[in-house]
């Protein structure tokens, strides 16, 4: 059962509404009525019912530019049984309903953008896209503007764990209001923005804890790497090659995300290699102690940056770590 | 409300490569994803992904045409040997185009002439009214200014009629004013079937499509500059009327309508059952003003073609204008002597011996190619390298759209011994084929020769190229003699063949500009 308020607004757009589900028809043979039924009940409608609440007369704005958008992600298995994110359902269920007062008043912007922004995230390997709806849904009731959702979106992913968008997340974080910006960060809200601010800026670990992460694993196992991968340094990352394929490793204290790269850019890196002792389960890099569950033969650290990479030909896994120990 | 599936166009990149790029992340890519509304609207593209576009909007949602018989490779292409004549079937690996639809949006973007030819019903009309619709015209008059060829159409039907008063009552030819056509004001011009136009009236397109201009009664109309389509049912522009051949020469491509695959019917019973025609439904985006359409040209002309390219299009097309037997001076002995002096073919051919009638490429043609016929390749190239995104010409550029430009240009003799191989037997009626074909045998001879590596004649024309001021008599006469022992090493105990031809020509030409600056040193001592 949906709502009185969509099943008036559907009611209403009955002829336009049905050109358009022909139109999706055509455009994409796969289409699946059932998945999109279900979208609508469970997806939309609550978007559409919260609106309701919030501006009576954008309900039906609301629901026309959500069943476009319904639509489309039908159209292209971005949601529905055969749909391998899941991250889009969550956020029409769990953060849309919560920013009812935007959606009523950007009806075509709003929902388009945190979807763009769920299919974005559930391509990158990583990224903790619960911990960005959840950051997004807890700061919901605060966001005033659509202009605030974007920037704490843009701050949430990045703490979500893509690393790649730090810098443009803490330009973000900059133009929003300075308790906005702290809660953004999962800072205290006594803690001052600055001073917050020139740390993150200054170490990319800041925060972290001291094991890093570990990215990568057996395409086989539905991971990234086909071989055992090869770890460069490049810019203040990593370039991996596996096989043919390469990937960029770029990581802070929020996490770490591969992402495509060209066989130019392997060629443009640097070995990156720091002399190391392993003493039993113990890696020394200078004064620095890491735990170390790999054999010793065969086994590369690469430097770059504040992080270090371990490889091993006995894994498929890369492990990225702060330079230095952290507390 | 309007029918989407017409209006979707291809998002960009459509032709994705991987270049070089900064690695600089943008945070706002977090919201850009296939749901639009997100970002505003997004700056216009490019006008090669414009073009592109507006190529993938026609193969995928106007004209039926899965045909990607312009074919490119990134890498080893699968290949299925296929039937009993075992021919092969093969799968590109990289982005491959139809060129029913390919060529014609050339034609349009560089506003160059493209004809049509193939079967009634498979296309060739809607293509031509779909360009006239790119340029920015509605469907009504792009359809209105159509020129339909038929028996009776005369001269006044094609460029327009005195206005009866003033036929009445002028004092001189310049009084009277005409009614010109305004098909002839047009960007995109049609003529359908073109081969049913009378003599008379197509010696009047021919001014028109030649130079650009129409007179009637002394009174001259300019029209713009202009891309041409006409369509033909025969293949060889025969028909109600013979197409005079300085007509038929001003045509840049020829392009063939494919069959229609059966197993696009279900495209059809859309169009029938929505009640839509495509070149109504042709999205705003994709139309082109004029001043991107003079943009294009700017940029298609800017393509560069480097040197081993342009040399392997010189080694290819120096094979075919040689005709030993027609001349009795060095510089007549060629097929258009031969062909001026109305001599018959077969004559020429038995008394040419001595050579391998097999090898020598030459031998497949019954005529050389023109520069029209040179510079329009060069231009088609370009196109199709900017069209793929590309700022320099590749030799598979050339290699793609030479059978298109070439189709009725270069005219195989179909007694050659070529032919009448079992595996050449397809050329004889797939031009395109041969003309490709054609292209892959010079090319394989270049290589034999290893010209790239290997040519003296290139390096004499190179150094000649940097002037002569500062070359001293000795160096000069040095010079000469290089050139007068490589003329002796290369006709030494070696057949003439067109290649060898055009080199000797060059030697000649370079051996007399160095005898006129000897000659004009001298006078300076």
């Known amino acids: ?327 | 409300m309007a029918f989407d599936f017409f209006r979707k166009i291809s998002r960009a990149p459509t032709n994705p490569r991987a270049v070089a790029r900064p690695r600089e992340f943008d945070v706002a890519d977090l919201y850009r994803g296939p749901v639009g509304g997100a970002d505003g609207e997004p700056a216009p593209p490019q006008l090669d992904e414009k073009l592109r576009q507006a190529y993938f909007w026609i193969v995928n949602k106007a004209i039926i045409s899965p045909h990607y018989d312009i074919e490119y490779n990134d890498g080893p292409a699968q290949t299925f040997t296929v039937g009993d004549s075992r021919r092969t079937l093969t799968l590109p690996s990289g982005q491959s185009y139809s060129s029913f639809v390919l060529l014609p949006l050339l034609t349009f973007a560089t506003r160059r002439k493209c004809l049509f030819v193939g079967g009634p019903g498979r296309g060739k009309t809607a293509s031509a009214v779909l360009m006239g619709v790119l340029a920015g015209a509605p469907v009504r008059d792009v359809r209105r200014a159509m020129q339909h060829g038929h028996p009776q159409m005369t001269i006044a039907d094609l460029l327009g009629n005195p206005l009866p008063a003033d036929l009445v009552g002028a004092q001189d030819m310049e009084s009277i004013r005409i009614a010109w056509r305004k098909w002839l004001g047009m960007r995109v011009k049609i003529v359908d079937e073109y081969n049913r136009i009378p003599t008379r009236t197509q010696s009047a397109l021919l001014t028109l499509m030649g130079d650009n201009y129409a007179e009637v009664l002394n009174q001259i109309y300019e029209c713009p500059e202009s891309a041409w389509y006409l369509t033909a049912n025969d293949e060889q522009g025969g028909g109600t009327y013979d197409v005079i051949e300085a007509l038929r020469d001003r045509i840049d491509v020829v392009v063939q309508a494919l069959a229609f695959n059966t197993r696009f019917l279900d495209e059809l019973l859309v169009r029938i059952e929505d009640d839509v025609r495509p070149e109504d439904m042709v999205p705003p985006e994709l139309v082109f003003t004029d001043v991107e359409v003079d943009r294009m040209g700017e940029a298609i002309r800017a393509v560069e073609v480097p040197h081993d390219v342009r040399r392997r299009l010189e080694f290819f097309a120096s094979q075919f204008e040689l005709a030993e037997m027609a001349g009795g001076q060095f510089e007549y002995m060629t097929k258009d002597t031969a062909r001026l002096s109305g001599i018959a073919w077969h004559e020429l051919v038995a008394a040419d011996n001595g050579r391998d009638r097999m090898k020598d490429l030459g031998c497949q043609t019954l005529n050389g190619l023109s520069v029209r016929n040179l510079m329009t390749l060069l231009v088609f190239a370009k196109a199709l390298a900017w069209f793929r995104g590309n700022r320099e010409v590749e030799l598979e550029d050339v290699r793609q759209v030479l059978p298109f430009v070439l189709h009725d240009k270069l005219r195989p003799d179909p007694d050659a011994p070529f032919f009448a191989l079992p595996e050449n037997a397809a050329y004889r009626s797939d031009r395109v084929s041969w003309l490709r074909r054609l292209f892959d045998l010079a090319n394989d001879d270049y290589a034999r020769l290893d010209l790239d590596r290997n040519d003296a004649v290139g390096e004499m024309a190179a150094q000649f190229a940097q002037g002569l001021d500062g070359v001293s008599e000795r160096e000069t006469r040095a010079r000469l003699v290089r050139i007068e022992k490589l003329i002796g090493e290369r006709v030494k105990g070696r057949k003439l063949y067109g290649h060898l031809y055009d080199d000797l020509l060059k030697l000649k030409y370079l051996h007399q500009r160095y005898t006129n600056y000897l000659a004009w040193l001298r006078a300076q001592a």
């Open chain 1, 1 to 327: 059962m949906i709502s009185p308020a969509f099943a008036a607004a559907l009611d209403a757009a009955r002829h336009g509404i049905n050109a358009r589900v022909r139109d999706a028809r055509h455009r994409h043979p796969g289409f699946d009525a059932g998945a999109l039924r279900v979208f609508l009940e469970h997806a939309v409608d609550p978007v559409v019912a919260a609106a309701a609440g919030a501006d009576p007369a954008r309900v039906q704005a609301v629901a026309g530019a959500a069943c476009d958008i319904a639509l489309e992600l039908v159209g292209r298995a971005l949601v529905g049984p055969a749909a391998r994110a899941r991250t889009v359902a969550a956020v029409w269920r769990e953060v849309l309903p919560r920013l009812a007062g935007l959606v009523a008043a950007h009806p075509e912007t709003v929902p388009a953008l945190l979807t763009n922004a769920a299919i974005h995230l559930d391509g990158l390997a990583g990224v903790r896209t619960a911990e960005w709806i959840a950051t997004l849904a807890a700061l919901a009731p605060r966001l005033a503007t659509l202009d605030e959702l974007r920037r704490v979106g843009q701050v949430a992913a990045w703490r979500a764990g893509a690393a790649h968008y730090r810098a443009g997340a803490l330009a973000a974080a900059d133009a929003l209001p300075p308790a906005l910006a702290l809660a953004a960060c999962a800072a205290p809200p006594a803690a001052s923005w600055p001073e917050l601010r020139a740390q993150l800026a200054a170490d990319p670990w800041w925060g972290g804890a001291d094991a890093g992460h570990e990215v990568g694993g057996f395409t086989g196992f539905g991971g990234p790497f086909a071989q055992p991968p090869q770890v460069r340094a490049f810019g203040a990352g990593f370039v991996v090659r596996a096989g043919e394929r390469c990937h960029l490793l770029l990581a802070d204290a929020r996490g770490a995300v591969l992402l495509g790269a060209g066989a130019d850019e392997f060629g443009q890196s640097v070995p990156g290699d720091c002399a190391f002792s392993v003493d039993g389960a113990t890696l020394r890099v200078g004064a620095r102690r890491i735990d170390l569950d790999l054999p010793a033969d065969g086994l590369r650290v690469c430097a770059s940056g504040a992080s270090l990479a371990l490889a091993s030909p006995y894994t498929h896994r890369v492990r990225v770590l702060p330079r230095e120990a952290r507390g």
